[in-house]
C-alpha cells in the first residue's frame, strides 16, 4: 500500500469516526406533550352494559379516534400487593358522580390489568399509573401504615406489570392521588387536603419515593399533591419529584367563589348539588363569561411559573372547567368545553407541560363530552404539536414520551 492510499484510508476512517461521534452526540428525537386522559378506577369498576368500559376496544379505540396518546388509571396497589387475583368488594366513593361505580361492586385486577396495559400498548397508548386507595370491605388501604408499606405495594405492583413485559408502556408513576386528602389517603388523618407541605407529608413522600426508585430508577415518581398554593411549590424541597401534576379548574380559582355563587358543595350522596348546578352554573358563568376564563388563565400560568423557577415538568390529568359534571337534564356541555379548550390551548402554549388533558370527563361514560369526536381531535392535535420548552427536553418523563 502506497503512502497516499494509506493516508486516504486513514482519513476516510477518522471521516466515518467522527460521523458516529457526532451522531452519538446528537439531541434525542423532538418531543411534544402527550394529549392524555384520566379513567381512574373506572376502567375496570364500570363494565356492566352501558357503563362505558365494559368493551376495552371499543373505548380504547375511540380514545385513539379522538387523538389521545395516553392514559391514567387506577391499578389498585394496595390490593394488587394483598392479593392480585383475589374477588374484591369494593364500596361506593359516591352515587352523584359518574366516576366509578355508584354502589357496591366486585373486581379481579389480574390478569384484567396486563390485558387493559396490553391493548393500550397496541395502541401506542401509554399508561400513567395512579391510586385513589378505593375502599373495599375489608377496607385494606388502612393497613398502609408507612411509607415503607406504601412503597413494597407499589414494588410489588411494578414487578408483577415487568414480569407481564409490560413496564415500557408507563408512562410514570403518581404514588397517591390528590395527597394526601382525607378522601384518598385517609390512613393520612388527621392530614388533608392542601396539607402536603406539612413535615410529616414531606418525610413521607421522601421516603416512599426513594425507596420504589431504588427498584425502579428509570421509573418517574411523585405524588399528585392537593394544593392550588403556589407560593409552597418555591417553599419546599421537592427534589424526588420527577414531575408535578397540578389539578387546575375555573371552579376552584379565587377561594372556589364560582361554586359558591352556584351552591355547591361536592355532596357525594345527595342530589341536592346537582339541583343547584342544574339551576345556577351556566347562568353564573354566562354572566361574566370574561372574568371566568381569566380566573382560568392566571390559575394555569401560576403553575407555569412554578415550572419556570424550579425547572421541573408538569402534566395536568383532572382540569380546567368544573370538577364535578355529568349528562343531566339541565347540565349543558357547550360551556364546559369551551372553558376546557381555553385552558387547554394556554398550557400546551406554555411549553411547561409535557402531559395535557382536555377535562376529567373525556371517557365514554360523559356521552355529551364523549361524542364531540372534532372537538377532541382539534385539541389533542394542538397538544400533540406543542413545543416543550428548551430546559425540558431531559429526564426520566421526557425520556419516556417517546412511542
Not at 388533608?192 to 407541605?197: A, K, M, N, S, V
Not at 416512599?208 to 425502579?216: G, H, W
Not at 339541565?330 to 394556554?346: E, F, M, P, Q
Request: net charge neutral; charged share 25%; hydrophobic share 40%.
Amino acid at each position: 500500500m502506497n503512502r497516499r492510499q494509506f493516508l486516504g484510508e486513514a482519513m476516510a476512517v477518522a471521516a466515518t469516526a467522527a460521523v458516529v461521534r457526532n451522531a452519538n452526540a446528537l439531541p434525542s428525537p423532538a418531543r411534544h406533550p402527550r394529549a392524555i386522559t384520566m379513567w381512574e378506577f373506572s376502567w375496570i369498576e364500570r363494565r356492566w352494559p352501558g357503563a362505558g368500559y365494559e368493551d376495552w376496544d371499543r373505548a380504547l379505540d375511540e380514545l385513539k379516534e379522538r387523538g389521545y396518546n395516553a392514559v391514567r388509571i387506577d391499578p389498585f396497589p394496595h390490593l394488587l400487593a394483598a392479593d392480585p387475583h383475589k374477588t374484591w368488594t369494593l364500596w361506593p366513593e359516591w352515587n352523584t358522580q359518574m366516576w366509578g361505580s355508584p354502589d357496591v361492586n366486585r373486581i379481579v385486577l389480574v390478569p384484567a390489568l396486563f390485558r387493559f396495559i396490553g391493548k393500550c400498548r397496541d395502541r401506542g397508548i401509554k399508561v400513567g399509573l395512579s391510586t385513589w386507595y378505593r375502599k373495599d370491605d375489608a377496607d385494606t388501604r388502612m393497613t398502609i401504615t408507612s411509607p415503607d408499606i406504601m412503597a413494597a405495594n407499589w414494588i410489588k405492583t411494578l414487578d408483577l406489570i415487568e414480569q407481564a413485559g409490560l413496564i415500557d408502556s408507563i408512562l410514570y408513576t403518581d404514588l397517591c392521588n390528590e395527597w394526601p386528602g382525607a378522601d384518598w389517603a385517609p390512613f393520612m388523618k388527621p392530614l388533608t387536603y392542601g396539607d402536603w407541605d406539612k413535615p410529616a407529608s414531606l418525610d413521607y413522600m421522601q421516603k416512599a419515593i426513594s425507596l420504589v426508585r431504588a427498584k425502579y430508577p428509570a421509573m418517574p415518581l411523585f405524588f399528585s399533591v392537593a394544593s392550588g398554593n403556589t407560593q409552597s411549590y418555591l417553599e419546599h424541597d421537592l427534589a424526588d419529584f420527577d414531575l408535578l401534576d397540578p389539578h387546575i379548574w375555573m371552579v376552584q380559582q379565587n377561594g372556589g367563589e364560582f361554586y359558591k355563587l352556584a351552591g355547591y358543595a361536592y355532596e357525594r350522596f345527595d342530589a341536592k348539588g346537582y339541583t343547584n348546578l342544574s339551576l345556577k352554573a351556566e347562568d353564573v358563568y354566562r354572566a361574566r363569561p370574561e372574568y371566568w376564563q381569566k380566573g382560568l388563565e392566571n390559575g394555569i400560568d401560576a403553575f407555569a411559573e412554578v415550572s419556570r423557577k424550579i425547572r421541573m415538568p408538569l402534566i395536568t390529568t383532572e382540569c380546567w372547567a368544573i370538577v364535578d359534571y355529568k349528562d343531566w337534564p339541565l347540565l349543558k356541555w357547550d360551556w364546559v368545553k369551551d372553558l376546557c379548550a381555553i385552558g387547554a390551548r394556554r398550557a400546551a402554549s406554555s411549553g411547561r407541560w409535557l402531559a395535557i388533558a382536555t377535562s376529567n370527563f373525556c371517557g365514554p361514560q360523559f356521552v355529551g363530552m364523549w361524542r364531540d369526536v372534532a372537538w377532541h381531535q382539534q385539541l389533542t392535535r394542538a397538544i400533540k404539536s406543542a413545543e416543550i420548552a428548551p430546559d425540558l427536553r431531559h429526564g426520566r418523563l421526557y425520556e419516556r414520551l417517546q412511542t
